[in-house]
């Protein structure tokens, strides 16, 4: 799970890297306890090429998730199509190219089980990235719009409604952890507390450092 993990992790990041590499930025890639960020002077490019930078890294992990499938469709068919019983998600053809290699690798271990976790990895964590909260990466969109509609005040905005999104979304695992465990959650009630609670401080904090800073005409 854990090398699995670095992998999707640096797939996603060298997606923004690459990216920012293709505008002329090179990038540094920081891992952290909770991910990873592609570091890089990317706030010198103009608002569409970073918004190109910030899409590259889903775009990335959904990539990797289409080769995933090319190589072996077993592990989306049954962990995600079969497991959410959502039988339209199913692959529509028959072939892939394990089948052209080794048929029985498909349900050996531990090839299994990295297929399992690389799927899901790539699928969620890439939907989880495009919540519009900052810092991920659906926040950083966010942000983008934001300060085009107002450059003065965007800012302020798009921190607010981070805070509003990630607090939600905390107080929605809460009342799954300790009421409705029935209730469907993309990750661990318990995880979605501490994250989203997370985000939602650092969000007020930065609002509150954001509205105190004298206004200019841009950020």
Same mark, same amino acid.
């Given at each position: 799970w854990i090398l699995c993990t670095l992998v999707?992790?640096?797939?996603?990041?060298?997606?923004?890297?690459?990216? #920012? +590499?293709?505008?002329? %930025?090179? #990038?540094?890639?920081?891992?952290?306890?909770?991910?990873?960020?592609?570091?890089?002077?990317?706030?010198?490019?103009?608002?569409?090429? +970073?918004?190109?930078?910030?899409?590259? #890294?889903?775009?990335?992990?959904?990539? %990797?998730?289409?080769?995933?499938? %090319?190589?072996?469709? +077993?592990?989306?068919?049954?962990?995600v199509a079969d497991a959410l019983d959502l039988p339209m998600l199913k692959i529509p053809w028959k072939w892939d190219l394990l089948d052209q290699i080794n048929t029985n690798l498909k349900t050996t271990p531990p090839y299994n089980e990295i297929m399992k976790f690389l799927c899901w990895m790539n699928l969620f964590w890439n939907i989880i990235n495009l919540i519009p909260i900052i810092p991920l990466d659906g926040g950083m969109l966010m942000r983008e719009g934001c300060t085009v509609v107002s450059p003065v005040g965007g800012l302020w905005v798009a921190f607010g409604l981070s805070f509003l999104f990630a607090g939600v979304i905390a107080v929605y695992c809460l009342f799954v952890l300790v009421w409705r465990r029935d209730l469907p959650t993309v990750v661990d009630p318990f995880f979605g507390i501490l994250m989203f609670g997370m985000m939602a401080v650092q969000n007020f904090m930065s609002m509150i450092q954001v509205a105190r800073v004298p206004r200019r005409t841009e950020y």
């Amino acid at each position: 799970w854990i090398l699995c993990t670095l992998v999707s992790v640096m797939v996603h990041e060298l997606g923004h890297a690459i990216m #920012g +590499r293709v505008f002329g %930025l090179p #990038g540094n890639i920081t891992l952290a306890g909770m991910g990873g960020q592609a570091v890089g002077n990317f706030d010198t490019l103009r608002s569409w090429q +970073r918004v190109l930078v910030i899409l590259a #890294g889903p775009g990335a992990g959904f990539l %990797l998730l289409f080769a995933l499938i %090319l190589v072996n469709q +077993r592990p989306w068919n049954l962990n995600v199509a079969d497991a959410l019983d959502l039988p339209m998600l199913k692959i529509p053809w028959k072939w892939d190219l394990l089948d052209q290699i080794n048929t029985n690798l498909k349900t050996t271990p531990p090839y299994n089980e990295i297929m399992k976790f690389l799927c899901w990895m790539n699928l969620f964590w890439n939907i989880i990235n495009l919540i519009p909260i900052i810092p991920l990466d659906g926040g950083m969109l966010m942000r983008e719009g934001c300060t085009v509609v107002s450059p003065v005040g965007g800012l302020w905005v798009a921190f607010g409604l981070s805070f509003l999104f990630a607090g939600v979304i905390a107080v929605y695992c809460l009342f799954v952890l300790v009421w409705r465990r029935d209730l469907p959650t993309v990750v661990d009630p318990f995880f979605g507390i501490l994250m989203f609670g997370m985000m939602a401080v650092q969000n007020f904090m930065s609002m509150i450092q954001v509205a105190r800073v004298p206004r200019r005409t841009e950020y």
